[in-house]
């Protein structure tokens, strides 16, 4: 009987081993609600960014003065992040939209726990900001 649990104790050592080495490393996620970096007015903006079809996308939520008071702008309720898949690593790439420059650029994302720098290029003009998950 002692040989037997002895045993066992082994493939059970041995298959959660296995499934350790096999799980993927599971990369920092970037779906959530985001706190954006403040823009030239020094607005900042609540944005989720929740799964669209195979993909993810963003929308603007709410958006903030500098005091910290609701704003209305143009920009709350218009989706301004699209088509965001991963590449591997906490990277991620897609679309987004620049308002400041009414232009629509190739955005890349990097999430590292609770920080994502969101940044995108107009020719060779290019801006990256630090959001922080809110959750």
């Given at each position: 009987m002692?040989?037997?649990?002895?045993?066992?104790?082994a493939?059970?050592?041995?298959?959660?081993?296995?499934?350790?080495?096999?799980?993927?490393?599971?990369?920092?996620?970037?779906?959530?609600?985001?706190?954006?970096?403040?823009?030239?007015?020094?607005q900042?903006g609540h944005?989720?960014l929740?799964?669209?079809?195979?993909?993810l996308?963003?929308?603007v939520?709410?958006?903030?003065?500098?005091?910290?008071?609701?704003?209305?702008?143009?920009?709350?309720?218009?989706?301004v992040?699209?088509?965001v898949?991963?590449?591997g690593?906490?990277?991620?790439?897609?679309?987004?939209l620049?308002?400041?420059?009414?232009?629509?650029?190739?955005?890349?994302?990097?999430?590292?726990g609770?920080?994502?720098?969101?940044?995108g290029?107009v020719?060779?003009?290019?801006q990256s900001?630090?959001?922080?998950r809110l959750?």
């Open positions: 002692a040989d037997f649990i002895t045993r066992l104790r493939v059970t050592v041995s298959g959660l081993f296995l499934t350790v080495l096999a799980s993927p490393v599971m990369a920092d996620k970037a779906e959530g609600l985001w706190l954006t970096g403040p823009d030239k007015k020094g900042v944005v989720k929740a799964p669209c079809g195979a993909s996308c963003g929308t939520i709410k958006a903030f003065d500098k005091s910290g008071k609701d704003v209305i702008t143009q920009n709350v309720g218009k989706r992040i699209w088509d898949k991963p590449t690593g906490g990277d991620y790439s897609g679309r987004m620049v308002s400041q420059l009414k232009a629509t650029v190739d955005g890349v994302f990097h999430v590292a609770n920080k994502m720098t969101v940044k290029c020719k060779k003009l290019c900001q630090v959001w922080t959750k």
